[in-house]
């Protein structure tokens, strides 16, 4: 989901509404098309709770534009890639077609995960999934989270949705996750849990990330921001709200 600041709404207000969120082609799509196809992708919509509007960027290939675009410009063969957010399987299949290695994905909305199983077989993804949360922190386990009828917007921090009980998988758990050097983050706010305690992984370097101004405030941003400085990942690349940071 693309949350903006309050300058980029302004500037990309009337684009947003005609082209990423309109009602009519919203309504054409999921009338007629149904499926979302991008290059050699095919993704099915099934079971995803999305509002008519949300459509109508399967049509103009604006659906997750600021995170493909980050991943497509510096994904290469040297990431092996664990992806918070599977969502219906968009930046997984990326993901794996670019680095040519296997995934691992957390998703905690178990109601869209049979879509997103389906979805990455159907596109020759090697991957696991782990229907649940990854933990970093005890001090801040989740024992929940909202789940919104826009699955775009469900949340453990936007408290607006059925409350909906949550599985914590505790990184000291899973040996497997020291063969990975590369974190996606693409969850509703979640992006400040990992980016406070991104230390216990190791063996990340490189991190990807979607910002969302809507559930932070700028000093929150500023102390979230402050912390990567001080595990000494640097900004590379940036569009919109997402960020791509390097560890040196």
């Known amino acids: 989901m693309i949350s903006f600041n309050y300058l980029s709404k302004l500037l990309m207000f009337p ?22 196809k991008y290059k050699n992708f095919i993704f099915e919509l099934k079971n995803c709770d ?23 410009k510096n994904l290469s063969k040297k990431n092996k890639c ?29 109601k869209i995960i049979p879509n997103l199983k389906k979805n990455l077989n159907n596109n020759c993804s090697n991957f696991k999934i782990y229907k ?14 909202y789940s919104n009828r826009n699955f775009l917007a469900s949340s453990l921090y936007r408290k607006d949705g059925v409350k909906k009980k949550i599985n914590n998988y ?47 405030t700028n000093i929150q941003k500023t102390n979230i921001f402050a912390n990567l400085k001080k595990e000494k990942f640097y900004l590379r690349d940036k569009f919109i709200n997402s960020y791509y940071f390097v560890k040196d």
């Open 50 to 72: 999305l509002p008519l509007p949300s459509y109508s960027s399967f049509i103009f290939n604006t659906y997750e534009l600021n995170d493909r675009i980050l991943l497509e």
């Open 15 to 36: 684009a947003y509404y005609i082209i990423h969120y309109n009602i009519f082609f919203g309504w054409f799509h999921k009338k007629f098309i149904k499926r979302f």
């Open 170 to 216: 505790w990184y000291k758990n899973l040996t497997d996750l020291s063969k990975f050097n590369t974190l996606i983050i693409d969850g509703e706010g979640v992006e400040k849990h990992y980016i406070e305690n991104i230390k216990v992984l190791k063996n990340i370097r490189y991190l990807y990330f979607e910002f969302h101004n809507d559930i932070f």
């Open 82 to 110: 664990i992806i918070i957010g599977g969502g219906i399987g968009f930046v997984p299949s990326i993901t794996n077609k670019i680095t040519g290695n296997k995934i691992i994905v957390f998703e905690i909305n178990k």
């Open 132 to 145: 649940g949360n990854l933990l970093l922190n005890k001090r801040d386990k989740f024992n929940f989270y």
